[in-house]
């Protein structure tokens, strides 16, 4: 395997780094490297900036505003904008429903979806997990009868995430609830969210931040044409989906952001201003972070380098499994070497104390979704047991 890039993806790296760091507005990356929220706004502005570029969707097919990358540009691509601090496209539109649309749609929802989806015209949602389906997602519940040239669904969803922005949720729904096998009688149905018995109600979470929500269905009438693909084929489409969640899990490159920012906070953060990096302790504790984030880099370098065939590598599930351990092992070491005054989650730009130590506690507690959601750590586990080491 070759550590080093070739002079032509050396080039290509200079080429994204160039655009990541002097097209994407400062002020948002500014908003990313400080670890506030980033408004719905500044999420759009970031998406058509680089989709004008053709830089928003490059795992399309080239038709459709993708890039005829190799895998390995696809990774320097994450990378870079990671390290530039530049937000990744709206993942329920870019790696989620757009390639479904793309692979499995009809021509005519194609024409209708992957522009406005690619551009960010349409905020998708992801309504997949319900009360009791959500690493048993075969056991959903919320049901679409065919009424007519429409589909009534009733149901509900939940952990939607930033549903009070979506104009647009990707469901799966029960069509079929005597199919022999549960994954049998499901359908993969897109629903404009503004469709009278469609409600939003928000979740609040311990950061005091509002992300996700619960999804209500009632009696919501569906044009038969959001159908995507075949009746009862949507758990293929899911699985599709899910695969391609799963590639690019492992944040390394915002992780190496987050762990370089808390080693220059530590260089100050010790009594009278001196450096915490003298202390043993955490020297050795940011060095080993240092070691595991560059086997993990390493890793999904790898991952890449077998992943040519497109398919999501096993491995992938290994780099979601330690890239969010990691994530959370340095959202940990913020919290100590900020001390007393992560106490201070919640005090405003006012406060005297330093913005990072305000939002280390809640960013520490935010980031505890990570090894949750995109299929929860043990179930990652269940898979490298089977799927890597055969057991
Ligand atoms: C912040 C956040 C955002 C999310 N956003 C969305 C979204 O936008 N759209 C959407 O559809 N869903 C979303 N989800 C849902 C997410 O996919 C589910 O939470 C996840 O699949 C786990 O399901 P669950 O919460 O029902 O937990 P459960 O499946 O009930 O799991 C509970 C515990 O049991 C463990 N467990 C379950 N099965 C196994 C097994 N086979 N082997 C070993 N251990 C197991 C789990 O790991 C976990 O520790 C989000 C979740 C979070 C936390």
Known sequence: MRLELSPEDAAFREEMRTFFTTRVPQEIRDTV?????????????????????????????????????????????????????VPLPLAFNASMVGPVIATFGSQEQKERFLPATANLDIWW???????????????????????GDEWVVNGQKTWTT??????????????????PKRQQGISFLLIDMSTPGVTVRPIELIDGGHEV??????????????????ENKGWDYAKFLLGNERVGVAPV??????????????????????????????????????????????????????STDGKPHPASSVLKLKGTELQQAV???VVDLAGPASLASGAG????????????????????????????NEVQRQIIAGTILGL
């Open 331 to 333: 959202s940990e070491l």
């Open 253 to 306: 490159g915002a992780t190496k952001r987050m762990l370089a920012a808390a080693k220059a906070h530590a260089a100050t953060a010790g009594p009278g201003g001196t450096s915490l990096l003298e202390d043993p302790l955490v020297a050795a504790q940011v060095a080993e972070l240092e070691n595991e984030l560059l086997a993990l880099e390493l890793t999904a370098l790898r991952v890449v380098a077998h």
């Open 162 to 179: 930033l549903g009070q922005y979506g104009d647009w949720i990707f469901n799966l729904v029960r069509t079929d609830p005597d199919a």
């Open 213 to 230: 929500n619960e999804v209500f269905f009632e009696d919501v009438r569906v044009p038969a044409e959001n159908l995507v693909g075949e």
């Open 33 to 85: 490297a400080a670890g506030r929220e980033l408004t719905k706004d500044q999420i759009v502005e970031s998406q058509r900036t680089l989709n004008a570029a053709g830089l928003a969707v490059p795992g399309w097919p080239v038709e459709w505003g993708g890039q005829d990358w190799t895998p390995l540009q696809r990774h320097i691509w994450h990378e870079e904008m990671q390290r530039a601090c």
């Open 349 to 376: 730009a006012g406060s005297d104390l330093p913005e990072w130590t305000r939002l280390a506690t809640p960013t520490y507690l935010n980031l505890r979704k990570a090894s949750i959601y995109g299929g929860s």
């Open 125 to 147: 949602s992801q309504g997949f997990s319900e009360p009791d389906a959500g690493s048993d997602l075969a056991s959903l519940r919320t049901t679409a009868v065919r009424d």
